[in-house]
């Protein structure tokens, strides 16, 4: 079957703006929600914790023990994460335990992300991001 893709089925839906954050006119319309989720994945750091988070929940400490960064950086990975509804959180006495929110379709994602990366190479790496040239 073949489906649709995101900004397909999103196409024209009311007051979804484009990935520009402009209006719904645009034409790049309806593709901001999947703009959205590609920067949650863009940082190294929240790449990291969703890969610590599939192992199971952690805490703020296990993770800033695990990875090295500080208590600050970590948090505000885990409040974009949850700001997406990757990452979903649950108190226990006086901290709170993080886990993943959408396994199945996250770890989709990004085994899908493997594949394009083994089949691109080193093309990724080569990729200039925004204002830069090669």
Same mark, same amino acid.
């Given at each position: 079957?073949?489906?649709?893709?995101?900004?397909?089925?999103?196409? @024209?839906?009311?007051? !979804?703006? $484009?990935? *520009?954050?402009?209006?719904?006119?645009?034409?790049?319309?309806?593709? #901001?929600?999947? /703009?959205?989720?590609?920067?949650?994945?863009?940082?190294?750091?929240?790449?990291?914790?969703?890969?610590?988070?599939?192992? @199971?929940?952690?805490? !703020?400490? $296990?993770? *800033?023990?695990?990875?090295?960064?500080?208590?600050?950086?970590?948090? #505000?990975?885990? /409040?974009?994460?949850?700001?997406?509804?990757?990452?979903?959180?649950?108190?226990?006495?006086?901290?709170?335990?993080?886990?993943?929110?959408?396994?199945?379709?996250?770890?989709?994602?990004?085994?899908?992300?493997?594949?394009?990366?083994?089949?691109?190479?080193? /093309?990724?790496?080569?990729?200039?991001?925004?204002?830069?040239?090669?």
């Amino acid at each position: 079957m073949n489906r649709p893709c995101l900004w397909t089925v999103l196409d @024209g839906v009311p007051g !979804v703006p $484009d990935a *520009t954050g402009g209006d719904d006119d645009g034409p790049n319309r309806g593709i #901001a929600p999947a /703009a959205q989720l590609f920067r949650a994945l863009s940082d190294p750091g929240r790449l990291t914790i969703l890969g610590h988070l599939m192992l @199971g929940e952690h805490s !703020v400490r $296990d993770l *800033t023990e695990h990875l090295g960064l500080s208590q600050s950086t970590v948090s #505000a990975h885990l /409040a974009c994460l949850r700001g997406c509804g990757l990452v979903r959180s649950r108190p226990v006495r006086r901290t709170s335990l993080h886990s993943l929110a959408v396994t199945p379709e996250l770890l989709a994602l990004l085994r899908a992300a493997e594949e394009v990366l083994r089949a691109s190479g080193s /093309a990724v790496v080569l990729c200039p991001g925004p204002g830069e040239r090669r």
